[in-house]
């Protein structure tokens, strides 16, 4: 059986197929195309009709190669939704979360909530973008008129298939499903004038959506596909494919954001879990991913589309090279850095008001971003740990990121801990593995894993000798002297 991950990230999208050969998984990568919002009268729109059409244009190809019949799923970001009316009819373009229309609406929520109470109902961390949030500021008569509410994973799906459901690893990022009761929080619904019914009903990973409508869509030639509802959320399916053994490790997905966490079997609520906004969203086979959202390449994404020569990432990596290191110490975790009119003039603008060399050169940008990263995946590591008391011993690097092997070394030395890196396609990867077990192809997600370990390379460096604690003091002391890792993250 051929297996097909449609992985779409908030830069670009792509599918891949997926089959075991000679006891190993491999994958090839069919189609990739560019995704992107668009600013229109002052509001970030999506455009889910440019990824629909990527999508069927896509199986499209996989049937000219010969591939008449496939499994499907779905990844996409978070948090973002689509209003649907009772016809199925999309009532307006998917507003993106980088979008500020919610800027201060968790100051306006946490006035008739306390952040505490959320937190216990819900374990996800503030974030001024959570679906929660967008919801309060929607347009009400959009929001009135809307039969049902989508999260853009689950709404493609209902695309497909013509069945509508809420996926719960996406889900869990609205910060509307109470944790302890595995549903929708009432109480924050009534908040926000939302009904519950107006959500479609929650699913677990490995849910069987049907089958696609090829009648709906004429103009394509397409496969006969069997849709499931994997772990929706690109995180939620990147740990999936995370090559993890034992109890001793984390996990960094790398790519636009850098998510940082474990996975748990309870959610943690306590207090130093609020301060540190740490997040417990809900993961497949009914784990927990207590995580640390940071900024992530989205920093450098945006320094080289500014540059007026045109650096590939690896280029810019050797120019950061050239440049001495931890010149700047830099909070990218500030939500100045989210979606800055020129990232470039941000970070300079930041250093100038710090006090700090303001870095110029394309090597100098680059050498502040992959630092200070690498410092605030550190500080991150050691507060997991104290947060949870579970001794880390590995981090997992995974995702596009996990290519960068100087911004590997660079955090295993300032964590002090081995650093394995890749796979690279961990997403794509974990949502295969997903239909794989979904299927019966597979038998659980251990022997996922295993069969991730020994289809593809993991890159390992050890930690070299640095004074560690006095980068990531200094860096505190320029910071905050009362520092958290707060976060702005998706």
Not at 219 to 237: E, F, G, K, N, R
Not at 330 to 355: A, G, H, K
Request: net charge negative; aromatic share 8%; proline share 3%.
């Amino acid at each position: 059986m051929q297996y097909v991950a449609v992985d779409i990230g908030a830069s670009s999208g792509r599918l891949i197929l997926g089959e075991i050969k000679n006891g190993k998984l491999q994958i090839k990568e069919v189609s990739r195309f560019a995704n992107g919002f668009t600013n229109e009268e002052g509001t970030c729109y999506w455009d889910l009709d440019h990824l629909l059409n990527q999508i069927l244009l896509g199986l499209q190809k996989i049937k000219s190669m010969g591939y008449e019949q496939c499994v499907l799923g779905i990844d996409t970001w978070a948090v973002d939704y689509v209003l649907v009316d009772e016809n199925g009819k999309r009532l307006r373009e998917a507003v993106s979360y980088r979008d500020d229309r919610t800027m201060n609406t968790i100051n306006i929520i946490t006035k008739q909530r306390s952040k505490k109470e959320i937190y216990q109902k819900t374990g996800i961390q503030f974030q001024p973008f959570n679906t929660i949030y967008q919801l309060y500021e929607e347009d009400q008569k959009l929001l009135s008129a809307a039969n049902t509410i989508l999260m853009i994973p689950d709404y493609l799906g209902y695309c497909l298939t013509g069945v509508a459901v809420t996926e719960e690893t996406n889900g869990s990022t609205t910060q509307l499903l109470n944790i302890h009761e595995h549903q929708f929080d009432s109480d924050l619904l009534a908040l926000i004038s939302v009904k519950k019914e107006q959500f479609a009903r929650l699913v677990e990973p490995g849910t069987k959506l049907g089958t696609l409508k090829k009648e709906w869509f004429p103009s394509y030639d397409l496969p006969d596909v069997q849709v499931i509802a994997v772990a929706s959320h690109d995180t939620a399916s990147a740990i999936v494919g995370t090559p993890g053994v034992g109890n001793d490790w984390a996990y960094l997905s790398s790519g636009t954001w850098s998510l940082l966490g474990i996975e748990n079997n309870e959610p943690i609520v306590k207090d130093e879990a609020l301060q540190g906004n740490y997040t417990n969203e809900w993961g497949a086979f009914k784990t927990v991913r207590f995580l640390k959202n940071i900024m992530g390449m989205w920093l450098i994404q945006e320094v080289r589309r500014i540059l007026p020569i045109n650096y590939t990432f690896p280029q810019l990596v050797e120019e950061a090279k050239k440049v001495n290191a931890f010149k700047q110490f830099v909070n990218f975790n500030d939500e100045r850095f989210l979606n800055p009119d020129n990232m470039i003039e941000e970070i300079q603008s930041y250093c100038r008001s710090t006090n700090q060399e303001i870095p110029i050169s394309p090597g100098e940008l680059a050498n502040c971003i992959y630092n200070n990263l690498a410092i605030i995946y550190a500080i991150a590591i050691d507060e997991l740990e104290k947060i949870t008391g579970k001794k880390i011993e590995r981090l997992h690097i995974v995702g596009g990121g996990s290519n960068n092997e100087w911004l590997n070394q660079l955090t295993a030395n300032l964590s002090g801990r081995t650093v394995l890196a890749g796979p690279s396609e961990a997403t794509a990867i974990g949502n295969v593995m997903m239909q794989m077990i979904t299927t019966e192809e597979v038998t659980d997600l251990f022997a996922a894993r295993n069969l991730i370990r020994h289809s593809f390379q993991i890159h390992v460096y050890q930690p070299e000798a640095i004074n560690r604690m006095a980068i990531i003091n200094q860096y505190k002391e320029v910071v905050n002297s009362d520092y958290t890792t707060s976060s702005t993250s998706l």
